[in-house]
């Protein structure tokens, strides 16, 4: 490793060119030099990621390299699984230097040389979620974030990682509901956290979970302006969850049906007092509330969150 990366590019790069010639094949397998090549280009990869002599880190070109070499892996030795480790090497090198366009180019090579070349749904899952938080975190795509947090979740659960699939799917549903698209994009978030619902009692995990699925729910069909469906999702919460039927949570998803119906928005504004002395409304929450909020109100009314 006491070449220089250049150097070692420029020697991976003539092995990777096809073999030509009957008289050269006999005396080298095409195979091996292709392998060599890949073993280059990683070599160059790391020194690029450590730094040589004088020169810094640089994770971009280290991340190229690793692209290189997947290439080769998956085009002329079609080694599918080496080639999707190498392309999972160099999202995670840019994604390091912030290059996130180009991480989540690698990213979802990778994720295809799982799933399409390989059928490795499981472990392909993990990539997949992660492109989520990029897509989600990093660039504000929250539609894109949503379809790969939806798609892992699928992965997930034809895996039986239930509790896994859920983190996804309730992700998906957040996001989901706060782009405002269309009340159609709020009915496949409230199928989904129903969904969450049913999976989480059947494996009867913990009721602050649940909880939160209901209260969701429920908010929801308020921004819908369905009370009745609300009423409904209260009184099967209540039922389900008997010994929490007076929780917080179902306290205020109460209060709000009445100040719905009676369009009182100071009752509303301190039924949410109330809540966040006792758990802080988040972000989604509070979103949410505002959009109830604009049904009860006309412009130029006080702020109540």
Do not use: H
Not at 88 to 94: A, F, I
């Amino acid at each position: 490793m006491s070449q220089s990366p250049e150097k070692l590019i420029q020697e991976a790069e003539n092995k990777s060119k096809p073999v030509t010639g009957f008289l050269w094949k006999l005396i080298s397998s095409p195979e091996d030099q292709y392998e060599e090549a890949i073993d280059l280009y990683v070599q160059a990869a790391k020194l690029y990621r450590l730094g040589t002599g004088s020169g810094k880190q640089d994770y971009s070109k280290a991340a190229s390299c690793y692209v290189k070499a997947a290439d080769v892996s998956f085009e002329l030795l079609q080694n599918f699984n080496e080639a999707a480790m190498n392309f999972v090497e160099g999202y995670k090198l840019y994604k390091m230097d912030q290059e996130f366009e180009f991480a989540i180019k690698c990213l979802k090579k990778g994720i295809d040389c799982f799933t399409v070349k390989m059928g490795q749904f499981r472990r392909a899952a993990n990539y997949q979620f992660e492109l989520g938080e990029i897509l989600e975190l990093q660039l504000q795509d929250y539609s894109e974030a949503g379809r790969a947090y939806k798609m892992a979740g699928d992965w997930y659960l034809q895996d039986n990682a239930l509790q896994l699939s859920n983190k996804c799917y309730l992700k998906y549903a957040d996001l989901l509901s706060l782009q405002n698209n269309s009340e159609n994009d709020i009915f496949d978030s409230i199928k989904t956290y129903k969904k969450l619902v049913e999976n989480s009692l059947s494996k009867n995990t913990n009721t602050w979970g649940l909880k939160d699925y209901y209260l969701k729910i429920g908010l929801l069909q308020l921004v819908l302006t369905d009370t009745v469906a609300a009423e409904r999702t209260l009184e099967e919460a209540q039922q389900k969850l008997n010994d929490d039927k007076d929780s917080k949570e179902f306290q205020l998803l109460e209060k709000l049906i009445e100040c719905y119906k009676e369009q009182d928005l100071d009752l509303m504004s301190q039924s949410l007092m109330q809540f966040d002395k006792f758990q802080k409304l988040d972000n989604w929450k509070t979103t949410i509330l505002l959009k109830i909020k604009e049904s009860l109100m006309n412009t130029g009314e006080d702020d109540l969150l």
